[in-house]
Each structure stands twice: as C-alpha cells, then as structure tokens.
C-alpha cells in the first residue's frame, strides 16, 4: 500500500477572502462545508499552491491577493511528505503587481515551484471540469499535461520551452525572416521537445489503459483514452525517426505558417479523446450525469497510478464532490477516495452528505473568511 503524504498545519494571510486563517490537521481526510461564496474552493486553491503552475484555478497571480490587502500573499504548510517532515511556503511579495510565485522549503529559497514535486502530488477535481469533454481541446490537453505532470516533474519544463521555441518561430515567419540556419535551429530543438512532450503522453494514456484493466470494478465508469491531432498512430516509431519526421513537417509547413500566423502542426493541436467503455460512446456525447461519473473515474483511476507510481497517495481536493450523486455512490466514493490511502480535501454545502466518512475525517465550518472545527 502506498505511503501517505499529508499537511498537518496551512496557514493563509491575504489570500482571496482570508486576512489571516490557519488550520491545525492531521492525517485523516479534511470536509469543509458552508454556504456559496463563504471561501471553501478558495482554501482548496491555497493548497493547490503546493504544487507547480498556477493552481486549481489557472488564477492570474495579482488576482490571488485579498483585496485591499495591499501587497502579496502567502501559503505556508508543514507538510508530512514523500522527503519527509518539510515546511513549505509560497506567495508573492512586494505591492501585490508581482507576477512571480516564490516558494521557500524549511525557510531556504527554492529555484523553482517544480521543487514542489519532490514533496507532494497534489491532484483536483472542481466543478469548473463538468465541460471538460464538450469544451476545447485545449482545456483536455492542460487537463492531460496536468495528469503527466504529476509523475514526470519534467514534463511541464519540457511543455514551456516548447511554447517559447515555437513563439520564435512563429515570429520569424510572421516577420518574413526566412533564414535557413535560424529555422532548422528552432526546429530541430522544436522537434525534440515535442516529440518528448508527444511520448510522455502516450505514456500516461498506457499507464492508465493497463491499470484500469487491472482494476476492480468501480460504481464509476471506466473510460477509455486515446489521442488525436499530431503523428496518429505513429507513436510507437523510434524517437529519433520521429524527431526527423517532425523537422521534416516544419521545414514543408513555414510558408503555410507564415501565411496562419502560427505553427499548424505540433503536440499542441493534440486532443485527448475519452470514451465511455460499458457504452462505447464518446464521452461528449454521454449524459452530464456520465460525464461526471467519467470524471471522478478518471481522476480516481490517475490517484491510483500516482500511488503506484511514486509510492505516496497523492493529495486529492475535491470541489463539491457529494453534489448530484445519489448516498449509495457517495458512500462509494469515500470509501474508495479512503481506500487510496492519502488525504483529501472535500468541499460542500451541506455536512450530512459526508455523514459516512465519521470519524475517518476532520469537519470544519467555513463562514464569511472564517473557519471553525
């Protein structure tokens, strides 16, 4: 079984709605319940600051600070994880138009939020990801990048450079600066980044493909993945021979990218296609209450691989999980978030949903930047 990861203390100051707030936990599951707009996803996202990127929300940093604070804000956490007892700080400082997050481990200044992952795998589910099959690719590649991400720290470094290569690309073609030995650079790095950023998907999609296949049988569905949009079906070829395929694409494709403004082709036109697997349909097709069933699967099936992966349950914040499942599945639910072996965070508006988890949890009321046990 899979070694826990958890907080013991968090700690807030001038985050979202809350001056000052600090929760004292310990290793079980942590319900915070009260009404809309009281603050509760808002305490999930200070502890999605524990892992890289910008949160369970995508948030703009300076949109993060309270208002009228006048400066930045802070996260602090003791946290019980896979490197051992830490503590862990992160914020931004000065006069709240810092677009920097800075983070500190036991009070040393760290390089990069990407530390953080040596700590924590901290996985979300919110009610803002109901659309994730019937929205754009692109909310379906982040959310998949999201999923690799959190057994591959380095895939979201590799995801960054190959966003800045192609940015200088794309400008040299839009400014008409054809030079040969300029591009071939730009591409053959482009190439290597991308087809790496390709692999470590594909790689996910196997991973979570054989475990669910192992898997015991769930009350939720169990989808079925598959990817679309740059070198389908190709995949499986050598890196090196797909490196060449893939220059080969770009240096064929500058005038017609010249002429869009932008590359056409890449692992960032990738679209990840999910499947209902007892209905064999296509997730965006199901009904809203599948798709929702399809999703607490999914993530459920990707905390199970973490696990495996890594040998520490990950964290899980759960955003208004209990809404719209009847008490069978939600008694499932918890039984299974339990079974994974890690803490999680769990949000709603009404404490007796969460009735079953008893003692296996700590309930905490959340009122106007406010929070009581």
């Given at each position: 079984?899979?070694?826990?990861?958890?907080?013991?203390?968090?700690?807030?100051?001038?985050?979202?709605?809350?001056?000052?707030?600090?929760?004292?936990?310990?290793?079980?599951?942590?319900?915070?319940?009260?009404?809309?707009?009281?603050?509760?996803?808002?305490?999930?996202?200070?502890?999605?600051?524990?892992?890289?990127?910008?949160?369970?929300?995508?948030?703009?940093?300076?949109?993060?600070?309270?208002?009228?604070?006048?400066?930045?804000?802070?996260?602090?956490?003791?946290?019980?994880?896979?490197?051992?007892?830490?503590?862990?700080?992160?914020?931004?400082d000065?006069?709240?138009?810092?677009?920097?997050?800075?983070?500190?481990?036991?009070?040393?200044?760290?390089?990069?939020?990407?530390?953080?992952?040596?700590?924590?795998?901290?996985?979300?589910?919110?009610?803002?990801?109901?659309?994730?099959?019937?929205?754009?690719?692109?909310?379906?590649?982040?959310?998949?990048?999201?999923?690799?991400?959190?057994?591959?720290?380095?895939?979201?470094?590799?995801?960054?450079?190959?966003?800045?290569?192609?940015?200088?690309?794309?400008?040299?073609?839009?400014?008409?600066r054809?030079?040969?030995?300029?591009?071939?650079?730009?591409?053959?790095?482009?190439?290597?980044?991308?087809?790496?950023?390709?692999?470590?998907?594909?790689?996910?999609?196997?991973?979570?493909?054989?475990?669910?296949?192992?898997?015991?049988?769930?009350?939720?569905?169990?989808p079925?993945?598959a990817?679309?949009?740059?070198?389908?079906?190709?995949?499986?070829?050598?890196?090196?021979?797909?490196?060449?395929r893939?220059?080969?694409?770009?240096?064929?494709?500058?005038?017609?990218?010249?002429?869009?403004?932008?590359?056409?082709?890449?692992?960032?036109?990738?679209?990840?296609?999910?499947?209902?697997?007892?209905?064999?349909?296509?997730?965006?097709?199901?009904?809203?209450?599948?798709?929702?069933?399809?999703?607490?699967?999914?993530?459920l099936?990707?905390?199970?691989?973490?696990?495996?992966?890594?040998?520490?349950?990950?964290?899980?914040?759960?955003?208004?999980?209990?809404?719209?499942?009847?008490?069978?599945?939600?008694?499932?639910?918890?039984?299974?978030?339990?079974?994974?072996?890690?803490?999680?965070?769990?949000t709603?508006?009404?404490?007796?949903?969460?009735?079953?988890?008893?003692?296996?949890?700590?309930?905490?009321?959340?009122?106007?930047?406010?929070?009581?046990?």
């Amino acid at each position: 079984m899979a070694q826990k990861a958890s907080l013991s203390r968090l700690k807030l100051t001038d985050f979202r709605n809350y001056a000052e707030a600090a929760l004292s936990l310990n290793d079980r599951h942590v319900v915070l319940t009260g009404e809309n707009g009281a603050g509760k996803t808002n305490l999930l996202e200070a502890v999605s600051f524990l892992s890289p990127g910008r949160g369970l929300r995508r948030a703009v940093l300076t949109d993060v600070t309270r208002v009228g604070a006048g400066g930045g804000f802070s996260v602090f956490a003791d946290v019980d994880g896979m490197e051992g007892e830490v503590s862990l700080g992160t914020g931004v400082d000065g006069d709240g138009e810092t677009t920097t997050r800075r983070l500190r481990i036991n009070a040393t200044p760290a390089k990069s939020t990407e530390e953080l992952s040596d700590h924590l795998s901290v996985l979300w589910l919110t009610p803002a990801m109901d659309g994730l099959f019937t929205g754009p690719s692109a909310d379906r590649r982040r959310f998949l990048d999201r999923l690799v991400l959190s057994i591959d720290p380095g895939h979201g470094r590799r995801a960054s450079d190959f966003e800045r290569t192609m940015r200088s690309r794309n400008r040299l073609l839009s400014e008409g600066r054809y030079d040969p030995s300029w591009l071939t650079a730009i591409e053959t790095q482009m190439a290597g980044l991308g087809i790496a950023m390709a692999a470590a998907r594909q790689e996910m999609l196997g991973l979570l493909r054989n475990l669910s296949m192992a898997s015991e049988q769930t009350p939720f569905p169990s989808p079925v993945l598959a990817l679309e949009g740059f070198l389908d079906g190709a995949l499986d070829t050598p890196a090196a021979d797909l490196e060449d395929r893939y220059i080969d694409m770009l240096r064929e494709g500058r005038g017609r990218d010249g002429a869009a403004g932008r590359t056409l082709e890449g692992p960032h036109r990738v679209d990840l296609l999910v499947r209902h697997r007892e209905k064999d349909m296509d997730a965006g097709r199901c009904s809203t209450g599948e798709q929702k069933a399809l999703l607490i699967g999914l993530i459920l099936a990707h905390a199970r691989l973490t696990a495996n992966m890594t040998g520490f349950a990950p964290i899980l914040l759960l955003d208004e999980i209990a809404a719209h499942l009847d008490e069978g599945r939600r008694t499932a639910l918890f039984n299974l978030i339990h079974d994974l072996g890690g803490q999680s965070f769990m949000t709603g508006t009404d404490q007796s949903m969460f009735s079953t988890l008893a003692d296996r949890a700590q309930f905490f009321t959340v009122e106007g930047g406010s929070i009581r046990a």
